[in-house]
């Protein structure tokens, strides 16, 4: 077809042969088919991150907001040190515990004053939790104490602020990179986008976990500084002028201004 239009049409002349007009509405149809698809996959792909977005920031909003975190920061403190003994002692035979370990991992969530010693005298499991939880939540309190309760909550509010910016932000690069290669799930017949859901929404909990994590770790370790205010000696100081061109005045001693005498007044007679 493309020979004899090259050949019997010139380029100024309309097609009105019946035939040629429906195949290229046909390949019109088709491409703008095909188009919409794209276009739905894409708001589908991005559906996905939008959730995300919404409950990040929704979270965000309330830190932001002045949410008090007290009772969250006490709950994740203990829940941590729970998972912590879980992994170090999974059940009540002491064979199977490690304790050096132990004493590590909970040196990373609170300064622990327990040694390998200290906890060889426990026989279960449960005992183990219960003397290492209340030590936990008692070096929150005797922190809290220290700091006071509205610097501490102001502290608490801004390490997670951070986190979850941190934290999201890295996120967002990581989906990123897995989008990228999504639509190579389909070698392997599986659908890009529920692979991308899937391994999205595991991603996104991972995520959360990881920002309660950091948090639980560094809330526990900073300390708040206090820093004398120095008054500066102006005795020395010095001034230079900015149009000077002799340079006469470059660099002279502050001194306190003269009092001025009153000007004379002429007298006549």
Not at 48 to 67: A, C, F, H, S, T
Not at 163 to 180: F, G, K, S, T, V
Not at 211 to 240: F, G, N
Not at 250 to 255: E, F, G, H, N, Q
Request: proline fraction near 5%; charge should be negative.
């Amino acid at each position: 077809m493309s020979w004899v239009m090259d050949r019997a049409l010139p380029d100024d002349v309309p097609i009105e042969a019946r035939m040629v007009t429906r195949a290229i509405e046909r390949a019109q149809n088709t491409v703008e088919q095909k188009n919409a698809e794209v276009r739905k996959d894409v708001l589908k792909y991005d559906e996905v991150m939008n959730e995300q977005r919404k409950v990040i920031y929704e979270r965000r909003m309330q830190v932001i907001d002045g949410e008090d975190l007290r009772e969250m920061t006490l709950e994740l403190l203990e829940a941590a040190v729970r998972r912590v003994i879980a992994d170090c002692c999974p059940s009540d035979y002491v064979e199977e515990w490690d304790l050096e370990k132990l004493v590590a991992e909970l040196g990373a969530y609170y300064p622990t004053k327990f040694s390998v010693a200290d906890l060889e005298q426990a026989s279960t499991v449960e005992q183990l939790e219960d003397s290492v939880v209340a030590e936990a939540l008692e070096f929150y309190e005797e922190r809290e104490q220290t700091l006071g309760a509205e610097p501490a909550r102001e502290l608490e509010q801004h390490v997670m602020r951070e986190i979850i910016d941190q934290r999201w932000r890295q996120h967002l690069a990581e989906m990123d990179y897995l989008r990228e290669g999504i639509h190579l799930r389909g070698i392997a017949q599986t659908d890009p986008l529920v692979a991308w859901q899937r391994e999205g929404f595991e991603m996104f909990g991972h995520l959360m976990e990881a920002i309660d994590d950091d948090y639980v770790r560094y809330i526990t370790h900073l300390q708040l500084l206090e820093l004398d205010e120095q008054v500066p000696d102006l005795s020395q100081a010095t001034y230079e002028a900015a149009d000077d061109p002799v340079g006469a005045l470059s660099s002279a001693p502050l001194l306190p201004p003269r009092h001025r005498a009153p000007p004379r007044r002429n007298r006549r007679g």
